[in-house]
């Protein structure tokens, strides 16, 4: 039997604060949609399955192919990129609803800043001298360079944040995503020059110590960062700061 | 006197508005960076293969020189010699600098930066970071923005859409009405200069390789305000990406610098796997055609000759408008370093594994040559004078562009990894321009009279509120995917006349219809679809521009393909024979028995083709559509030719 339809239940929110409520959308079949193009179909017909016309569902997305990380969202339960979830391989109904972890801003949008502001408190970048020409970068070997490559593919998508039991709506935990970017940028040559400050960024209160080890980020990874490996090594790390700084200081 | 403070708004987070922001605030200029979304998921994120630099680490002989005149001759000579030049010889600065600010690029044993092919060249040019470069150098330009943010010199205003300059009496661009995607407020911005980095106009057509974004909004607003738009025509078809409802995935170009191969089965009948059909059975048509360049013949021309095979020959995969990119001869662990991204996406959207599988691809529209008219000054000397208030500057003073935004770097057709190298030129390039520019102001932006302003955010706030009354019978996102259909349909790989007469049709109708749009969301918080139907009437007048600078112009050129006037080249021809007419030429009239048959014929109408087409196209907006004129191309460097790449 061929399919025909596409039935879609999504969780919708008017404002922050507002109450949430249920559309169920059916959307004729078409091959390789994904969830986008989905909610694209709803936008060109606003019609709810028992026939009541309502605004189009609000979401965010930008490249629809996994790099911007803009179209997080909970599918079937699981935090994802609505982009590459395909129709074909989900369960009908599908059921869309705001990641939980972010506040809502509207239906499936939510504002997830928590994020870059954390990257600021690590000092996320390196302290280049400035942007005229002085001559070549640090040489390195191609193995750290993959090192660094596999972490350097966050996107801040959120995905680690909204699976992590550690991480809450009104909590300052920073999370995995956050103590990744950390050993990234610990991992450069001259990033290496400025790595205590960041340490000692994810040794405040909601830093590392505040892992409970649920392992649970790595799972949800859409790009497959070695996240765990990330903890272990900045545990290990603020460790030792921890013990410089009593002998230190 | 005391020095007054200058501001500068920058519109857009990709490449150029990042880079530009971070050159500006060195010079302790403040910046308002306005972006739709987090600066960190902009379009430049798509951006694959890699970034051009002629820094020859493989003792090839490269050098930015051949840069320079292998993307003059990828754009069929329609870019600004001096610019490109200028470009080309600042790209190996900007790879370094890209390299210490952390871009994780792919390197040599010995550690320093690797260098693999691309399109329209024989030289190892492109640097790279697996195939997520754009990503990759977004994430480092993000990342220095963030710290002069951190320092107080950058104001994000991330979900804010730019919706038009404010223009004094005088026609002086004074700053900018922005919107503000959650609250849905208007508000206007006093400043010193804007620069618009807003990326292209790739959701003109219902499907293409761009993001969401890229509707080419804030580029028709500045068209509407009076800023000239030039070469619209030009508007790249990427010859590989995986065809999609919602979006054409790019499958970068980098899959043939690493050895990919395209091919159809001989036999169009033949319905084997593959990996089944021997190799005396399949037509590999790029590397038949064009020996000397194979897979990696410039896009327009690939492109091209994907279209002829399916379309013409009738050779597609099952029947099927695709072709066949093949990676399975190459080592697993080596697709996996140097490719991983794209094999990914490939992965994910498709469920097979391009290293046992040929991918199946087709052509997708992916860039636009043309954009903003924008200025700049030459050294005298071939090159750019780079402190010149000049650069970058549209025709409309203090309102500037950058990236892809604008149109002068890339002629009829971009060479692949050269787009990541001109948006982040030129947003470097703006820099000191722009802040000479605020410093030679006769008034800085707090002394403008604020009734300026209030009228510029009333105007926006009337116009947003006649959007929301709108209650018509049209869906706007529906009839937006209609636009984009006609223009799929007529303005692509191949052009006739008599289809774009009907797509100019096709768009008054559009137009027309436009008035019935209803407003299907009326609220003010978070709500995109008033800021979207705004979208969808500057998409409507863009689309114009490319249409008719299409239908005007009367020649094959680049991306720029009518059939009607293919000056049809010889088999054997040799461009240099070329040069040698013109040479002769001076010694008195050109004798036919000196070049093999047909030949001189072919050079002569080339000859009288260039005088008549070699210029720049111009729109200018008046009674409700463009008006077209033409302006000459600085060839100051390079004689142009016919381009070869057999």
Redesign the interface.
């Known amino acids: 039997m061929t399919r025909e339809t596409i039935a879609l239940k999504i969780k919708r929110q008017d404002a922050p604060g507002a109450k949430p409520y249920w559309n169920v959308f059916k959307l004729p079949y078409l091959p390789h949609a994904n969830v986008i193009s989905c909610l694209q179909e709803i936008q060109r017909n606003p019609v709810t399955a028992d026939g009541k016309t309502v605004t189009p569902v609000t979401w965010d997305c930008n490249c629809l192919e996994e790099v911007c990380g803009s179209c997080t969202m909970l599918i079937n339960g699981r935090v994802r990129q609505a982009c590459t979830a395909l129709v074909d391989i989900l369960e009908d109904p599908i059921v869309l609803k705001p990641m939980s972890k972010f506040p809502v801003v509207r239906d499936l949008q939510v504002d997830r800043s928590r994020m870059f502001e954390n990257l600021k408190k690590i000092k996320g970048w390196i302290e280049i001298d400035g942007s005229y020409d002085i001559g070549e970068g640090p040489v390195f070997p191609e193995k750290i360079r993959e090192k660094a490559y596999a972490l350097s593919q966050c996107m801040t998508c959120g995905c680690c944040l909204e699976a992590c039991p550690q991480f809450t709506l009104t909590n300052d935990f920073m999370g995995a995503a956050t103590f990744s970017q950390v050993r990234y940028f610990n991992l450069h040559p001259t990033g290496a020059m400025n790595k205590e400050e960041r340490l000692e960024a994810v040794m405040k209160s909601g830093g590392i110590a505040d892992c409970g080890n649920a392992q649970v980020c790595v799972e949800v990874c859409p790009k497959k960062i070695p996240l765990t490996e990330s903890i272990a090594e900045i545990g290990r790390e603020t460790t030792l700061q921890l013990l410089k700084n009593l002998v230190l200081k | 006197m005391p020095k007054r403070e200058k501001k500068i708004i920058v519109i857009g987070g990709g490449l150029a508005g990042l ?1 530009a922001t ?2 500006i605030c ?1 010079f302790k200029v403040k910046v308002t960076l306005v972006s ?3 600066v ?4 430049s ?2 951006a694959q293969g890699g970034i051009n630099a002629a820094i020859d680490t493989k003792g090839e002989g490269d050098s930015p020189e051949i840069h320079f005149y292998d993307t003059v001759k990828g754009g069929d000579f329609l870019a600004h010699q001096p610019l490109v030049r200028d470009m080309c010889h600042q790209g190996p ?1 900007i790879i ?2 890209m ?4 871009v ?9 930066l690797d260098f693999r092919r691309f399109g329209g060249t024989l030289y190892s040019r492109t640097a790279f ?2 195939a ?1 470069t754009g ?2 150098l977004v ?2 330009l993000d ?2 923005v ?2 002069h ?2 320092d107080g010199l950058v104001q994000k205003l991330e979900w804010h859409e730019y919706l038009g300059a404010v223009v004094d009496g005088a026609g002086v661009c004074r700053g900018a009405v922005v919107h503000d995607l ?1 609250a849905g407020n208007i508000f206007a911005i006093a400043a010193d200069a804007v620069v618009l980095a807003t990326g292209g106009p790739g959701q003109l057509y219902a499907r293409s390789t761009n ?3 890229c509707t080419g909004s804030a580029a028709a607003s500045a068209y509407h305000q009076g800023a000239k738009y030039a070469n619209g025509e030009f508007f790249q078809i990427h010859p590989t990406a995986i ?5 054409l ?2 499958m970068s170009e980098s899959a043939r610098g690493e050895g990919g191969r395209i091919w159809v089965p001989r036999d169009p009948g033949d319905n084997r796997d593959p990996l089944k059909i021997p190799e005396e059975d399949r037509y590999y048509f790029l590397e038949e055609n064009h020996p000397l360049f194979g897979n990696l013949v410039p896009r327009d021309v690939a492109s091209r000759e994907i279209y002829d095979v399916v379309y013409n020959r009738k050779l597609g995969v099952g029947g099927q408008p695709m072709v066949y990119l093949d990676l399975t001869h190459q080592p697993p662990e080596l697709l996996e ?1 140097r490719l991983g ?1 794209i094999i990914d ?1 490939y992965r ?2 498709t469920g097979q594994d391009p290293s046992r599988v040929p991918m199946k691809i087709f052509p997708a529209v992916h860039y636009s040559m043309g954009g903003l008219w924008v200025d700049y000054e030459g050294d005298g000397h071939g090159m750019i004078d780079h402190k010149s208030p000049r650069n970058q500057m549209t025709s409309i003073p203090g309102l500037y562009a950058a990236g892809e935004v604008d149109y002068q770097y890339h002629g009829a057709n971009r060479l692949g990894a050269n787009s990541l190298l001109s948006c982040i030129y030129t947003g ?1 390039l703006i820099g000191p321009g722009v802040v000479r520019y605020c410093d030679n102001l006769d008034k800085g932006h707090d002394a403008v009279p604020s009734s300026l302003f209030d009228q510029a955010k009333k105007n926006w706030d009337n116009r947003f509120a006649e959007i929301k009354r709108m209650n018509g019978r049209e ?1 706007p ?2 009839l937006h ?1 209609e636009l984009g259909d006609l223009l799929l349909t007529n303005v692509l790989i191949v052009r006739e006349n008599k289809k774009l007469l009907e797509t100019l049709d096709g768009i008054d109708g559009i137009e027309a219809r436009f008035k019935d749009i209803k407003c ?2 009326t ?1 003010d ?5 008033p800021s979207f139907i705004n979208q969808l009437y500057n998409m409507v007048h863009l689309s114009r521009i490319i249409a008719k600078g299409a239908l005007l112009r009367d020649e094959c050129r680049g991306a720029h393909y009518k059939p009607e006037f293919d000056l049809n080249q010889p088999d054997r021809f040799d461009p240099h024979e070329f040069i040698d007419y013109l040479e002769k030429k001076h010694y008195g009239p050109p004798r036919e028995e000196d070049y093999p048959p047909g030949h001189l014929a072919y050079m002569q109408r080339f000859e009288a083709n260039e005088e008549e087409w070699l210029k720049t196209t111009i729109a200018q907006y008046k009674n409700n559509g463009p008006e077209i004129s033409y302006e000459a191309v600085d060839l100051s460097l390079v004689t142009p030719r016919p381009r070869k790449y057999d």
């Open positions: 880079s971070m050159k060195e739709f979304q987090p960190k998921r902009s379009h994120v798509c600065a370094r600098l390299d210490r600010m952390g994780a690029f792919n390197r040599t044993p010995e550690g320093h970071a697996g997520t990503q990759q994430y480092a990342e220095q963030r710290r943010e951190r959650r993001s969401t974004v065809p999609g409802q919602d979006k995935r790019l370093r991204g996406i994910k959207f470097l869906n996102y529906a995917r299907l969301d609220s918080w978070s709500n995109p679809t």
